[in-house]
């Protein structure tokens, strides 16, 4: 099975994720761009590479 990467699906055109919470007035809690990811205090990124066998 050939590996997927995260700019080849749904996020083929986008050059930002902002992921924020579902209220009125909506904090963010991440913002990723294709060289940093900015979090809100007492979250964390956990990235997974692609190890090459």
Request: aromatic share 8%; proline share 6%; glycine share 6%.
């Amino acid at each position: 099975m050939k590996k997927k990467f995260v700019g080849n699906g749904i996020l083929k055109d986008i050059t930002r994720l902002i992921i924020e919470t579902d209220e009125e007035n909506p904090v963010p809690i991440a913002i990723i761009d294709y060289n940093e990811i900015q979090l809100a205090k007492g979250y964390r990124a956990r990235l997974k590479p692609n190890y090459k066998n």
